[in-house]
């Protein structure tokens, strides 16, 4: 209600970045039924009910998942009764982990789940919805790379703002406004993340002792073609 009051109020351009927590631990969606969302692109359906007494965790993640749905919708369908309005409006969804690993089901391992480096703990729910998305290509998937840290950019890039050289040539995030527009080449090589616990105190500069190794440091790599590499160190730091 808040986000649907804001997109219709605040100043324009304007940029709102909305948290949801669904679907989350404790898995309990409210017992009632949701504001359903209607609108031409979108009719919500009714949601599951939770077990409530913690019987089936599964079923209960899917109902808050549907219940996040719903309310997903009823924000697209402000969006869409805006665009018709000529206001020009691009939606980001994006989730932060991989499943939680007490909702995984079989044939899924668990243990690939959420705070893992697995497909299955950091590759997330990723769509966008904008204006600049042509009708023919609307529903369309896009196999090229892409990675959190892509939100800098594409979010300058839509506000027609140019990003700040990095001093070492580094380039962190890439827009993805090029496929919102058609183009198909990928704008990256590869997709990069990483764990690390640190164990240290740090010095008057904030930096590490000399010689410092992480305790733990994990790494992994894909590349445009989907092979992965992942590479575990424990350190003795």
Same mark, same amino acid.
């Given at each position: 209600d808040d986000a649907i009051h804001l997109i219709n109020?605040?100043?324009?351009?304007?940029?709102?970045?909305?948290?949801?927590?669904?679907?989350?631990?404790?898995?309990?969606?409210?017992?009632v039924q949701p504001t359903a969302a209607v609108c031409p692109s979108y009719v919500g359906k009714p949601v599951c009910n939770s077990s409530f007494d913690g019987s089936d965790t599964p079923n209960d993640a899917r109902c808050m998942a549907q219940w996040l749905d719903n309310e997903i919708g009823r924000l697209l369908c402000d969006v869409e009764r805006l665009r018709a309005e000529g206001e020009q409006v691009t939606v980001i969804f994006m989730g932060d982990n991989g499943t939680d690993r007490a909702v995984i089901v079989a044939p899924f391992d668990?243990?690939?789940?959420?705070?893992?480096?697995?497909?299955?703990?950091?590759?997330?729910?990723? %769509?966008?919805?904008?204006? %600049?998305?042509?009708?023919?290509?609307?529903?369309?998937?896009?196999?090229?790379?892409?990675?959190?840290?892509?939100?800098?950019?594409?979010?300058?890039?839509?506000?027609?703002?140019?990003?700040?050289?990095?001093?070492?040539?580094?380039?962190?995030?890439?827009?993805?406004?090029?496929?919102?527009?058609?183009?198909?080449?990928?704008?990256?090589?590869?997709?990069?993340?990483?764990?690390?616990?640190?164990?240290?105190?740090?010095n008057e500069q904030g930096r590490p002792p000399p010689g410092y190794v992480p305790k733990n440091h994990d790494q992994t790599i894909r590349d445009e073609a989907g092979h992965k590499l992942i590479r575990y160190v424990s350190g003795t730091g």
């Open positions: 109020t605040m100043p324009r351009p304007f940029f709102l970045y909305i948290p949801y927590n669904a679907p989350h631990s404790p898995f309990k969606a409210p017992i668990p243990a690939h789940g959420k705070s893992s480096l697995y497909q299955g703990g950091i590759n997330v729910p990723f %769509l966008i919805n904008s204006h %600049l998305v042509s009708a023919s290509r609307q529903g369309g998937v896009i196999e090229a790379p892409v990675s959190s840290t892509d939100l800098l950019a594409t979010v300058v890039d839509l506000a027609g703002a140019k990003p700040t050289p990095d001093p070492f040539g580094l380039r962190d995030s890439v827009s993805m406004v090029p496929y919102l527009l058609g183009e198909i080449g990928a704008q990256r090589d590869y997709v990069y993340a990483e764990e690390f616990r640190l164990n240290y105190i740090p």
